[in-house]
């Protein structure tokens, strides 16, 4: 039997048994996987790249042992060893994926009071990332160092790597930035995923964390993307930092006249009467008393930002509302006193003597320029040159 018939026939048995040996793995796999979670996530995902990978070994080493020397030997047992290190890769990327989707699966967030889950979501997400970059990089650079050639560049490369690291960070500055900024991010417990915040007056919640993006979901579905540099650099209100109850204010003007306490009753009774309310804060205070007008503002708080919002536009509502209902004089007003002076003759040249002398009319205590001597002097000082004297000059 040539070598090359040798090499089919060893190449079909040695994949008829792992794809037969798999078969059952995967069987057993599955009958685990009824009582665990990991087990069965595992026979989901990593099925396929386990298989391929365990038949490329197969076929690679029964080459080796079984068959002999045929013309292009050499080129297949290379292919592969390129493709048995890209499916072990494929293979560990799997696992670890499975393994993270394991954690996100037992912390989850769509619950109250996830700021926990939350934070655990980040750096898991971030990590998957990070790892899936990672196993990329290092397969090819793997692959590529299995041929001789470019294992001999790589060592003449080494001399210059001091230089070729300089250039590079120089390079990719502003992108290594972002890069390091998203680590950052994801363990220093800064902003996470689901954390409502107030970036670029825009109020709206971190929807996805990369890298290299920051992407945050406005209250009115626009999206704002900005560099993950920004949360390092610059300050914004994380509204969910240390708990997802939060504070807000409703803020109304009314007149002088007001009676304060039947609003304060009022607002007890909308606060009360709305399931909005988580029942930890509801206070009516004056903050300002100034311009004509008296501001009220009514403190509360919810449970999340969504609700806190609808709760402080259901609070001003229901406030103006009883307002104009039950204290309609209550109402801002805008007061002017107006007096009828009656001008007699002497009122009249008293007036105009006013205005046709000016300061004549006024104390001498109020001149800063005039009437006294530290006045005179201060006003030659700054009243410039005589004027005879530089026409006689």
Not at 23 to 41: C, F, Q, T, W
Not at 105 to 122: E, G, Q, S, Y
Not at 258 to 285: A, F, N
Request: hydrophobic share 50%; glycine share 6%.
């Amino acid at each position: 039997m040539s070598s090359l018939l040798t090499a089919v026939l060893a190449v079909v048995i040695a994949a008829t048994v792992t794809i037969v040996i798999d078969e059952i793995l995967h069987k057993v796999v599955r009958r685990v996987g009824r009582r665990s979670p990991l087990a069965a996530d595992l026979a989901r995902k990593v099925r396929r790249p386990f298989l391929v990978t365990t038949v490329l070994v197969a076929v690679q080493q029964a080459i080796r042992v079984f068959a002999g020397d045929f013309s292009f030997r050499a080129g297949v047992l290379h292919s592969l060893v390129l493709l048995c290190i890209a499916s072990s890769a494929w293979l560990v990327a799997a696992i670890l994926l499975v393994c993270e989707d394991v954690a996100l699966a037992k912390w989850r967030t769509d619950v109250p009071d996830n700021r926990k889950r939350r934070r655990l979501k980040t750096q898991v997400v971030m990590l998957r990332r990070v790892t899936v970059a990672a196993i990329v990089v290092l397969t090819v650079g793997v692959m590529l160092m299995t041929f001789p050639g470019i294992r001999a560049l790589g060592a003449s490369l080494l001399a210059s790597a001091g230089l070729l690291s300089v250039v590079a960070a120089l390079a990719a500055q502003s992108t290594l930035g972002n890069v390091f900024a998203g680590i950052q991010l994801a363990f220093s417990d800064a902003i996470r995923v689901d954390d409502v915040v107030v970036v670029e007056q825009e109020w709206g919640r971190i929807e996805e964390i990369t890298l290299t993006v920051v992407v945050v979901q406005i209250w009115d579905d626009r999206r704002l993307i900005l560099p993950t540099s920004y949360f390092t650099t610059k300050p914004f209100q994380n509204w969910t930092r240390t708990g997802s109850a939060v504070l807000g204010t409703a803020e109304v003007d009314v007149d002088w006249s007001t009676p304060i306490e039947p609003l304060r009753s009022e607002l007890q009774k909308v606060c009360e009467g709305s399931d909005l309310w988580d029942g930890r804060v509801c206070v009516l205070q004056v903050t300002e008393a100034i311009g004509g007008m008296v501001r009220l503002r009514a403190l509360v708080s919810a449970e999340d930002a969504g609700a806190l919002w609808d709760l402080r536009c259901l609070v001003r509502e229901r406030l103006v509302g009883w307002i104009w209902e039950h204290q309609r004089d209550a109402l801002p007003r805008m007061r002017a006193e107006l007096r009828q002076v009656e001008a007699t003759p002497q009122t009249r040249r008293g007036t105009a003597r006013v205005y046709s002398t000016g300061l004549d009319a006024t104390s001498e205590q109020a001149r800063v320029f005039s009437g006294g001597d530290d006045g005179d002097t201060r006003g030659i000082a700054f009243g410039g040159p005589d004027p005879v004297a530089v026409s006689r000059s």
